[in-house]
């Protein structure tokens, strides 16, 4: 099975010794990170159904791991929107104490200025 957890194309063999044969094999080089992935599909019925419930097994495992991730990305996102609330609240708030600081101030301010006239 693939190393690199990436789905492998069946493709047909392009060369000359080999022009009826498909094959698996890993859409990214080893040099680009993939794993190089490589295994012919013979003709044997026994040999192609297990190869294929391999790879439908590669391809569920890889499936539930998307479901686990997107589980738990979507936990995240709920806890940063509960977050968020949360700060909303916090930053209304001190809005509101700021605006009666400000007025306190201006009270404050007014009345200074009715004592030095």
């Given at each position: 099975?693939?190393?690199?957890?990436d789905f492998c194309r069946m493709r047909n063999s392009r060369s000359t010794l080999n022009s009826t044969r498909r094959f698996f094999g890993c859409k990214v080089s080893n040099k680009n990170g993939g794993c190089d992935y490589f295994t012919w599909i013979d003709s044997?019925?026994?040999?192609?159904?297990?190869?294929?419930?391999?790879?439908?097994?590669?391809?569920?495992?890889?499936?539930?791991d998307g479901e686990n991730l997107c589980d738990r990305?979507?936990?995240?996102?709920?806890?940063?929107?509960e977050e968020r609330d949360t700060l909303s609240e916090?930053?209304?708030?001190?809005?509101?104490?700021?605006?009666?600081?400000k007025?306190?101030?201006k009270e404050v301010k007014t009345r200074e200025e009715m004592?030095?006239?």
């Open positions: 099975m693939p190393k690199c957890d044997s019925p026994v040999t192609v159904d297990h190869q294929f419930f391999g790879m439908v097994s590669c391809l569920m495992n890889n499936f539930k990305l979507k936990k995240k996102l709920k806890d940063v929107e916090k930053l209304n708030d001190c809005e509101k104490k700021l605006t009666a600081l007025q306190k101030f004592c030095k006239a």
